[in-house]
């Protein structure tokens, strides 16, 4: 087993959950800016048919964010319950394999060998699910990336859109700025969840 970080995993993950915390609220925040602009169209009406369509988009893009950082937060502290118990279950493997090197000619040596058997296939099972949850949180976050590159293409249509509202472009415009800033906040805290994932990446 391979740890690429020095850091422990548990920590790790807990920073990990703290930049989904910070992503979880920046999507709450462009929940609300969608509901504005929802607002701000509805008044604006035909001016701002274009711009309609975008909100709803961003007002889904937000939810679903928030949904996927929730998720993501449930699997970051099962991941750091786990490697807390598999770094446990090491240390006494560990301990185990040395006592079997250093008393290979005491007496009853041999009877702890069914509790090396046994610590050998709790620490199997939890490298298992250890790296099936590293996989998983990974996914979870991929997938919230793909949304968020989805959202900055939007907000570039957005500016656009905004632009040919007429009375109202001013208000839209700063909606649509807030849309790319919130965006981009988003997109930075998920790839700092995702650089740590990498760093802290456990090979069997």
Do not use: W
């Not at 490697?83 to 006592?99: G, H, I, N």
């Amino acid at each position: 087993m391979v740890n690429k970080t020095k850091t422990p995993v548990f920590v790790v993950a807990a920073k990990v959950a703290a930049h989904l915390y910070f992503a979880t609220k920046i999507a709450e925040c462009l929940s609300l800016t969608a509901k504005n602009a929802r607002a701000i169209t509805a008044r604006a009406g035909i001016q701002a048919v274009g711009f309609t369509a975008i909100t709803a988009f961003i007002q889904e893009m937000a939810t679903s964010t928030i949904n996927l950082a929730q998720e993501i937060d449930k699997t970051a502290i099962k991941i750091s319950q786990f490697a807390v118990e598999l770094e446990r279950c090491s240390q006494a493997q560990d301990k185990f394999t040395r006592s079997q090197f250093l008393g290979k000619q005491a007496q009853f040596i041999q009877s702890i060998n069914p509790l090396v058997s046994a610590n050998k296939q709790q620490l199997h099972e939890l490298q298992q699910t250890y790296s099936k949850l590293h996989r998983n949180l990974y996914d979870l976050i991929e997938q919230t990336q793909k949304q968020i590159r989805s959202a900055t293409a939007i907000s570039s249509m957005s500016k656009i859109e905004a632009s040919k509202s007429g009375s109202f472009q001013k208000q839209l415009e700063v909606i649509a700025a807030n849309i790319f800033d919130s965006a981009a906040k988003i997109k930075s805290e998920l790839t700092a969840a995702e650089s740590l994932l990498k760093g802290s990446r456990i090979f069997i």
